[in-house]
C-alpha cells in the first residue's frame, strides 16, 4: 500500500507564495509519476501539474503555468508544488497523486491520494 501525506499551504496574501510538499512511502517513490490535483468547494476536482517518474518532464494546467512549478526529489520520496503569485480562485484543497502511467493528469489515472491540504488567497 502507498501513503501519501502533503503538507504546507494554510493563508496566503494574493501575490504570495508558498510551497506543498507530499511523502510517500510504503513502495517504490520512483515508480510512479506523481501530481498535484485541487478542489474548491461545490467543484470538481482539477487536475493542476504533473511530473514523470524521473523528472524533469512535466506538465500543468493553462492556468498556472508560469506561477505554479512541480518537482520531486526520488531520495527523499518527495513531491513538491511551489506556487506564486497566487491569486484568490487558486484556493482550495490539494490533494498530491501517484500513478502508473507517464503523467498522471486525471482522477481516473491516479491509483493513490493524499488526505489534502487547504491553500487560502485572501484578496
Known amino acids: 500500500q502507498v501513503q501519501l501525506v502533503e503538507s504546507g499551504g494554510g493563508l496566503v496574501q494574493a501575490g504570495g507564495s508558498t510551497r506543498l510538499s507530499c511523502v510517500v512511502s510504503g513502495r517504490t517513490f520512483s515508480n510512479y509519476a506523481m501530481g498535484w490535483f485541487r478542489q474548491a468547494p461545490g467543484k470538481e476536482r482539477e487536475f493542476v501539474a504533473s511530473i514523470i517518474r524521473s523528472g524533469p518532464s512535466t506538465a500543468y494546467r493553462d492556468s498556472v503555468k508560469g506561477r505554479f512549478t512541480i518537482s520531486r526529489d526520488n531520495a527523499k520520496n518527495t513531491v513538491y508544488l511551489q506556487m506564486n503569485s497566487l491569486k484568490p480562485e487558486d484556493t482550495a484543497v490539494y490533494y498530491c497523486?501517484?500513478?502508473?502511467?507517464?503523467?498522471?493528469?486525471?482522477?481516473?489515472?491516479?491509483?493513490?491520494w493524499g488526505q489534502g491540504t487547504q491553500v487560502t488567497v485572501s484578496s
Open positions: 497523486a501517484a500513478g502508473p502511467g507517464f503523467f498522471v493528469t486525471t482522477v481516473q489515472n491516479a491509483d493513490y
